[in-house]
């Protein structure tokens, strides 16, 4: 991925919605296109966003999170209109087997295909929670799909994502909302795996050896760079990346963006992880977009 591409895409960004939108959701949308070697057009983004907008009630929480999910519609290269679409039907999918209203609800929609059961994904949230009783909330509700997606017993493959987030607590990773979500992402390697863990923790070591801080917002990251096996090349990213003027005030970013585009390479090969790791990417956007919009609205009030 070229540097200028990725400046150029963030430049566009920046006027087309102006400064108020975080810096980080702005910097993953613009590295997204970038990793594909595109350019952001502007006004075309303008225009899905407003439709985005305005295909929402005046209180909906889609109004809170349509600026990420015009970027997510565009860097899939779907058609806005019939994504909108299938993004309320899913949505009302979701509401109809139980979840909330929340922006949350929203991005699980946005992950969902259409031949997935909106009940399995309410069973893997519930079978979640006993696990986590007070730990699994909204906000789990993307990783849910996640997970409905993989094929096998739902009570299996969260048995398989608590064995991950015991493993990597056990290996200095702090218990918490973020290593759940680690843990939910590698559920789809498949069966439980050591030397996956082992990845994670190499990645993490990696990154601190070159003075990248690892922080618990980077943990998402950690595991969508050891199931594309591409640790060193997302070091080599994050330590080009973090040198840039773009992340002088958002170094912590580096290491996201560093994914991204490691991730896109793995998925220009022919895998068949491409599809889970795009979704994981997906999430992971979904995941920065909901906290940063959660962050402002706690310093506005």
């Given at each position: 991925?070229?540097?200028?591409?990725?400046?150029?895409?963030?430049?566009?960004?920046?006027?087309?919605?102006?400064?108020?939108?975080?810096?980080?959701?702005?910097?993953?949308?613009?590295?997204?296109?970038?990793?594909?070697?595109?350019?952001?057009?502007?006004?075309?983004?303008?225009?899905?966003?407003?439709?985005?907008?305005?295909?929402?009630?005046?209180?909906?929480?889609?109004?809170?999170?349509?600026?990420?999910?015009?970027?997510?519609?565009?860097?899939?290269?779907?058609?806005?209109?019939?994504?909108?679409?299938?993004?309320?039907?899913?949505?009302?999918?979701?509401?109809?087997?139980?979840?909330?209203?929340?922006?949350?609800?929203?991005?699980?929609?946005?992950?969902?295909?259409?031949?997935?059961?909106?009940?399995?994904?309410?069973?893997?949230?519930?079978?979640?929670?006993?696990?986590?009783?007070?730990?699994?909330?909204?906000?789990?509700?993307?990783?849910?799909?996640?997970?409905?997606?993989?094929?096998?017993?739902?009570?299996?493959?969260?048995?398989?994502?608590?064995?991950?987030?015991?493993?990597?607590?056990?290996?200095?990773?702090?218990?918490?909302?973020?290593?759940?979500?680690?843990?939910?992402?590698?559920?789809?390697?498949?069966?439980?795996?050591?030397?996956?863990?082992?990845?994670?923790?190499?990645a993490k070591d990696e990154f601190r050896r070159n003075g990248i801080k690892v922080k618990e917002m980077h943990y998402s990251?950690?595991?969508?760079?050891?199931?594309?096996?591409?640790?060193?090349?997302?070091?080599?990213?994050?330590?080009?990346?973090?040198?840039?003027?773009?992340?002088?005030?958002?170094?912590?970013?580096?290491?996201?963006?560093?994914?991204?585009?490691?991730?896109?390479?793995?998925?220009?090969?022919?895998?068949?992880?491409?599809?889970?790791?795009?979704?994981?990417?997906?999430?992971?956007?979904?995941?920065?977009?909901?906290?940063?919009?959660?962050?402002?609205?706690?310093?506005?009030?």
């Amino acid at each position: 991925m070229e540097k200028a591409l990725l400046e150029k895409n963030a430049e566009v960004l920046k006027r087309a919605v102006g400064s108020w939108l975080d810096r980080r959701i702005l910097l993953t949308m613009a590295a997204q296109f970038a990793a594909k070697g595109k350019s952001i057009d502007g006004s075309a983004f303008l225009k899905v966003a407003d439709t985005v907008k305005k295909s929402a009630s005046l209180f909906s929480p889609l109004r809170s999170i349509y600026y990420p999910i015009a970027g997510l519609i565009l860097t899939n290269d779907h058609l806005p209109d019939e994504e909108i679409t299938r993004l309320h039907r899913h949505y009302e999918d979701l509401r109809k087997a139980g979840f909330r209203s929340s922006m949350y609800t929203y991005l699980a929609a946005f992950l969902m295909d259409d031949h997935l059961n909106p009940d399995r994904i309410k069973a893997v949230y519930e079978e979640m929670k006993k696990y986590h009783r007070f730990l699994t909330s909204y906000d789990d509700y993307p990783a849910a799909v996640i997970i409905a997606k993989k094929e096998g017993q739902v009570a299996e493959l969260v048995e398989i994502s608590e064995k991950y987030y015991e493993e990597l607590n056990r290996n200095g990773f702090h218990k918490g909302n973020d290593l759940q979500f680690l843990a939910n992402m590698l559920v789809l390697n498949g069966a439980y795996s050591n030397e996956l863990v082992g990845d994670v923790i190499h990645a993490k070591d990696e990154f601190r050896r070159n003075g990248i801080k690892v922080k618990e917002m980077h943990y998402s990251s950690l595991a969508v760079i050891a199931l594309s096996g591409k640790i060193n090349e997302a070091v080599k990213y994050a330590l080009d990346l973090i040198d840039m003027k773009l992340f002088k005030w958002h170094k912590e970013m580096a290491i996201v963006v560093a994914t991204v585009i490691v991730s896109q390479e793995f998925a220009d090969a022919p895998t068949g992880l491409t599809a889970a790791l795009q979704a994981m990417i997906q999430a992971q956007q979904a995941s920065i977009a909901a906290v940063s919009v959660a962050a402002t609205s706690a310093h506005g009030s």
